[in-house]
Each structure stands twice: as structure tokens, then as C-alpha cells.
């Protein structure tokens, strides 16, 4: 049988994420991303009734033809064809192309502040019946979480007031991504006049603090009420040397659903066998020293991503997505954004410099970017509080089988804080990593308030709310935790079941 076979398939790959044979499930079939159904739709004229396309029951969901002929996704054990809305969704179609091919629920909960209203609008889509809903791996249930629940209440009762109705919650970051383009404009004039290391490094900050801010929120659809100006925001990635495509099934249907799962978050295992950032993960016998050689690893993350997102185009995956609903205009985004990035970092400079001042302003540019960027994912995720190597309520969360974790609560314990107005202005709110991580959707701006909301709700359930003062301070944690997961001896998973989950994809 076709699913034991796999099933073999997936205990060779171990627990080292998704092996080549197979494609992954948790991390493929759900989302780490986003999809905003919202209210919007109401100016558009939609069928009253669910209609139902039935088809025979059975099948395997992504190979059968008379699945495939869908733009399938699942909220709450029910398919839907997302067909008739692609073109009409409010946060628009890229957004919505995250949600095909799996179970969206925790995309589409995570996403919505009201979504009561997301509802009614994903339920007068098409229905289809016998779809085997039991072949897709369930995703986690934001609306589930007691926690989760009471804190979006309160962020829409004393943060917005009702505005949210209006888009408020995706608006008041317009001055801050002003700030972010007239500085990269300004050093890359500076970089095209002379290129050296330094100018170089100027203009590597202006791709740092794009890819924290701009490009990030916009490809969450937290920039703006129009999803246009999130779309050519989030296009911004591919200018600074990334891919907006690879980013939002990465990050969004990867790593924000699945936070510190060592299957199905590949920020967990992407960096492995060269850094352990999980001591789930093999211990091999360089890994107690990588608290130090990691700072010689960093300045060469650009150049990972470079590899990483051609590869991502060819094999239609990231290492923890495989990208279903991406369409044929989002992929030749890769190509034209990859070929910009190189005419405006390599080649133009060449042309008025020559090679070796070129050389030399590029590898400012890409050593400075990397290490403003590694440092600043790595510390919000990888201390001993966000991913415990002891015995606790972090640890017990991630032990749980991932459908019956309180999802809310995992966000809050797989993540940490640090500083607060002025790193959330210049980190795009990933200092309040926290905040984001339970309301992607949100424009950044808005995150110090939230954070004292949830941070009392947290306090009244004794749930650990960590944040440090200041990045020093939190990059030391980093450090320590670095060293104590190089050295901890492998811990044994007590999950196995989930990995034979991951041959479903």
C-alpha cells in the first residue's frame, strides 16, 4: 500500500527533517504563513450557499486527477476549492496561494483578528465531499487556545477599539518604511559612487534592515490594507539578494505554524549538521565548539540564501515547504528579483569601478547583512527559555503531538523579547518576537501596545513571558545556549509518529 511504503520511507529519512525521497508533510501540507479571508469580499457578490462538488471519496490528495484539477485547502476538517476567491481575496492572491495543498487552519486563524467574519466568508466556498480530509496531517488550532483567545479580544477591544473593521491593524507603518527605502537609496548612491568595504557595509545595513522590516511585514500583509504595496515591499527581498516567494513559505507555512518544532520548523534543522540549534538533533563531535565558530559561519548567510533559493525554484520546496499554490508569475519573481539583485550589487559597480573595488564593496555588503541577520533571527528563538534543554513547560509543549499543543502557548514559550521602542522601530518588530509571532498579521507599529497585554495575560495563567532589556543581553543568552546544545547529548523524540506524517508530502 502506497502510504506504508512511505511510511517505511520516512522512518530511513530519521529525524533529521524531510529527506530527499519524500517531500515533508507537516511543515509542506501546513502552512507556516498565512491567509486572510476577510471582510472585504462583501463588496464583491458571493454565493449564499456552499455549494457541493462531489467527487468519489479516497485517493491521494496531491497525485489523484480529480484532486489536483482543485485549489484544494482544509479549515477545521472540511476541503474547499479556494478557486472562485483567488482573484477576490481582500489581502490578495499570494497570501491566499499559501493555503493550497494542506491544512490551512492555523494559517487562517493566526491571520485574522476578527475571524468570525473570515469565516462566514470560507464557508460559502465550494465544498468537496469525499475529499480524504484524513490524508492531509491536521495543523494546529489558534482558536482552540484559551490563551490565544483572550489576548486577541483584548488587542481588539483596547488597542483598536473597533478600528480593526477599517484595516487599522495593518496600517501606521507608512513613516517607518519611508525611513527604511530613503536609506537604502541613500547608501546605495553612495555605494554606486565608490565602491568599497565601507560604503559596502552601509549598504549591507540597508539590506538588513529591509529584510527585518519591509519586506518581512509586507509579505505577512502587515504593511498595508492593500496587498499591491505588500506584494512590491515584500518584493524588496529579492532586491537585498533573497526571495519574497521562498520567504513566505519558509517563514510563514514553515516556521510561524510549527515555532521550535524540531520536524516541521526548518529553522530548526536548516542550519544542521553545521550548527545544532536543537539538542533533538544528532551531536557530532565539532558541535560543542560551535559557539565559536559560528561567528566565522555567519558573514556567508547571504550566500546560503542565494543557494538555498535557487535550489527552493528548481526542487518547488524550501527545506520544510513545498510551495503547491505558487504560481508561475511568483516564480519568475525569483528570477527577475535574483537578476536585479546581482546587475545592482555586481554588476553596475563593475561597470564603473572595475572588478576589484566591485569585489571588495560586495563582500562588505554581504558580510554586514548576514551577520545584522543572523544575529537577530537567531537570538529570538535560541535561548534556554524558547527551547529548553531541561525538563518544563517548553519542553513538555513541544513533546505534545503538534494537534493537541495549545498553540498559543507554544508561541509565547518558543519565543523571546528583547528592548522596545526603538529596537521595534528598527527590527520591524522582531524584537517583540513574541507579538509577532501570535499576530504576523499585524503592522509592527503596533506591537509595544500588545506586548503589555500579553504579557498580563501571560502573568495571570503563570505562563513565562521572556524579555531581556537590551540585544546584548539577550545575544549573551544566545551564546551560552549555543554552547550547552553543542554539547547536550541527543535527546530521544517522543514523537515518532509525527515523522512517518512527513511522507505524506
Known sequence: MKVASLAMQADACGRLGPCRAVKSAFSSARPRGSWSITRAATATRVVEAPPKTSIPSGGDPWEDDKWTKYKWTIYRGVAYDLTPYLDRHPGGRWLLNLAIGRDATALFESYHLRPEVAVAHLK????????????????????????????RQRVRKEVFKGSEVKGAHRSGSEGAALAVLSYAAAAYALYTYDANPLTGGLLGLAGAWIGLTIQHCGNHGAMSTNPIVNNLLGLTNDLAGGSSLMWRYHHQVSHHVHCNDDAFDEDVFSAFPFLRFDDRLPRYWYHPYQHIYMWILFPFLQLVFQVGDWKALLDNRTVGATMYGASEFERQTVVAGKLAHYTLLYGLPAALHGPSAMLAGAAGYLFTQSIVLATTFAVSHNISETKSLDAGPTRDNLDQPVAERDWGVQQVLTSANWGGDVGNFFTGGLNLQIEHHLFPAISFLHYPAISKIVADECHKRGINYAHYTTLPEILSSFVRFMADAGSAPQKPVRRDGEMVMLSKL
Open 124 to 151: 460559502r466556498l465550494p465544498v468537496l465531499e469525499g475529499f480524504p480530509v484524513e490524508a492531509v496531517p491536521q495543523a494546529p488550532r489558534p482558536n482552540d487556545s484559551d490563551l490565544y483567545n483572550a489576548i
